[in-house]
T-cell receptor, first 116, second 111 residues
């Protein structure tokens, strides 16, 4: 079974703090993704990575950065948290180009971040 | 136009009913299609992939119509446990790895 874990289920931070969200997958997946999910807006892609040290911007990268130093680990960083970044953050992973096949993504349990 | 569009519902159906959801997508070059299920305050989970020939998994049937660019999900003999939000998912333009998620259709099955 694919397992994707996230460092925290709930997090409360103050405006201006630097926030780290960590995601680990145990399936040797090449691709990893960070989304945020807000009511009525669905899942929106923040960043993704298709290899170690590689990253690409998603649809809403502003205010976020990412780091992928090891294949199994993908971190999302909020450089200076703001109240409009209060959201549910979901990490996902999937097989990549080299493995062929389909690209279904497997999600971690999510981190509900509140910025006050 | 949104890349993936779904009726948000809610669909309220009695137990045992058959219910169908449709979803339309805008990118004619899309190759991978999925239905995910998301329970309240939980992560999305893969329900089934959607193949050109259609596929069935127990009470669930998914179909793809490439000409009209829509995907459907049929649930037969609905159970209370089927209550959830169903997300239509399509691979996006440019890269097969990147998926675009619909905002979901909410299903509530009642006694």
């Amino acid at each position: 079974d694919v397992k994707v874990t996230q460092s925290s289920r709930y997090l409360v931070k103050r405006t201006g703090e630097k926030v780290f969200l960590e995601c680990v997958q145990d399936m040797d997946h090449e691709n990893m993704f960070w989304y945020r999910q807000d009511p009525g807006l669905g899942l929106r892609l923040i960043y993704f990575s298709y290899d170690v040290k590689m990253k690409e911007k998603g649809d809403i990268p502003e205010g976020y950065s990412v780091s992928r130093e090891k294949k199994e680990r993908f971190s999302l960083i909020l450089e200076s948290a703001s109240t409009n970044q209060t959201s549910m953050y979901l990490c996902a992973s999937s097989w990549g180009r080299t493995t062929g096949g389909s690209y279904e993504q497997y999600f971690g349990p999510g981190t509900r971040l509140t910025v006050t | 136009r949104k890349e993936v569009e779904q009726d948000p519902g809610p669909f309220n159906v009695p137990e045992g009913a058959t219910v169908a959801f449709n979803c339309t997508y805008s990118n004619s070059a899309s190759q991978s299609f999925f239905w995910y299920r998301q329970d309240c305050r939980k992560e999305p989970k893969l329900l089934m992939s959607v193949y050109s020939s259609g596929n069935e998994d127990g009470r669930f049937t998914a179909q793809l119509n490439r000409a009209s660019q829509y995907i459907s999900l049929l649930i037969r003999d609905s159970k209370l446990s089927d209550s959830a939000t169903y997300l239509c998912v399509v691979n996006g333009a440019g890269t097969a790895s990147k998926l675009t998620f619909g905002t979901g259709t909410r299903l509530q099955v009642t006694l």
